[in-house]
């Protein structure tokens, strides 16, 4: 039997009954004849390794003695993997047919791509675009995530409207194929992030270096989503406000560093403001939390940034939206990833990007 060429992992903490639900699911879907399918417990205690043994043989179980949270527990896990790829899979998900035969194949006819997903469709809306990646991420120019088919929390039909293969920003590790000695060799996902957003300061490290992230339309899979935490959970606000300020210090170019951080700060007091106005007071203190955690940590960030920057050789990011997201989906009610105009903004940002080569040299 052929050594398998994939290992479609599964991150699992206290998720007993998702696996119940998901997993046999996995099984059906992952029909490729160099597929594994590995559960990676992070340390549960609810039974879910004891579920895994018992009821699917055909499922390699790897037990964690912690809760090293998503970017920890799959570090461990890949180092321990000597397969070409790995699929990042959410406990929460259902492929759709053949689902991963596409993915592969764009790996292979694009070897400088270090990641690639596929389209990530709603499992109770099933003809929506799903909250997590939808048809690929991108960022605006002061680090606020959108995808194509989800700006905030709108969420587009599929209509077929983004079924042409593409480059994106990020992926999103609902469901992301990596090439596992890229992802082991760069460090893997940041575990000071601990959970949400780290699949995006990855993404970026490896767009820095100039390696390419694709979306995949000819794969889909149907995610629940809201696994973990709640989407108004005080914890999941201070994850996002804090990890978006990691994300942007360590990666962020040297032309507009500091306007940009002072701008996202600002911004960020805006949102704690909404939050207070509105009552959501636990909300309000988790912004406060993130920024006083990103501002004791901005020793640490500094040594990164200066280890990250020693690597980059793309500074020219096409895909990072050079207007503001919450202005033009708040103010100018441009509520689409087609109503944004993304290719104007790519035009101005690679001329201005030409003229600053030309004066410099």
């Known amino acids: 039997m052929p050594e398998p060429i994939v290992a479609v992992v599964i991150l699992n903490w206290n998720t007993r009954t998702m696996l119940e639900r998901f997993l046999p699911e996995v099984i059906k879907y992952t029909s ?54 790995t699929v990042l899979l959410n406990s929460d998900v259902i492929p759709g047919e053949k689902w991963l035969e596409p993915l592969i194949q764009c790996m292979e006819q694009h070897p400088d791509t270090a990641a690639c997903v596929p389209k990530i469709k709603a499992l109770n809306q099933p003809d929506h675009f799903e909250y997590a990646g939808a048809a690929g991420g991108f960022i605006d120019k002061w680090g606020y995530p959108f995808c194509r088919g989800r700006i905030f929390d709108v969420l587009e039909e599929d209509k077929g409207q983004y079924d042409q293969p593409d480059e994106i920003f990020w992926g999103s590790g609902a469901a992301l194929m990596v090439r596992t000695e890229w992802y082991n060799h760069s460090g893997g996902l940041d575990e000071a992030f601990f959970a949400h957003m780290e699949e995006i300061d990855w993404c970026w490290r490896m767009k820095n270096q100039g390696l390419k992230i ?59 403001l909404k939050f207070l106005l509105s009552g959501e007071f636990g909300n309000f203190a988790a912004v406060g939390k993130a920024h006083r955690h990103y501002f004791k940590s901005i020793h640490r960030l500094k040594k ?36 944004l105009n993304m290719s104007a903004f790519q035009k101005k940002e690679v001329n201005h990007q030409r003229n600053s080569t030309i004066r410099s040299s």
């Open 214 to 272: 694709r979306y995949c339309p000819q794969s889909e899979i149907f995610h629940l989503g809201g696994g973990t935490l709640n989407v108004m959970s005080p914890r999941k606000t201070y994850l996002n406000f804090r990890n978006n300020l990691f994300m942007l210090y360590r990666n962020l170019p040297e032309k507009g560093f500091k306007k940009t951080m002072l701008i996202r700060l600002i911004l960020d007091g805006v949102a704690a």
């Open 32 to 85: 490729h004849p160099r597929a594994s399918i590995v559960v990676a417990d992070n340390g549960s205690d609810d039974g879910s390794a004891t579920l895994v043994k018992d009821k699917f043989p055909e499922v390699e179980i790897i037990q964690l003695d912690n809760n090293y949270g998503f970017a920890g527990g799959y570090n461990r896990i890949l180092k321990q993997l000597n397969t070409p790829y």
């Open 304 to 339: 990164e940034r200066i280890e990250l920057r020693k690597n980059t050789t793309c500074k020219l990011h096409p895909e990072i939206y050079q207007g503001s997201i919450v202005f033009d989906f708040f103010f100018r009610k441009k509520h689409h990833f087609t109503d």
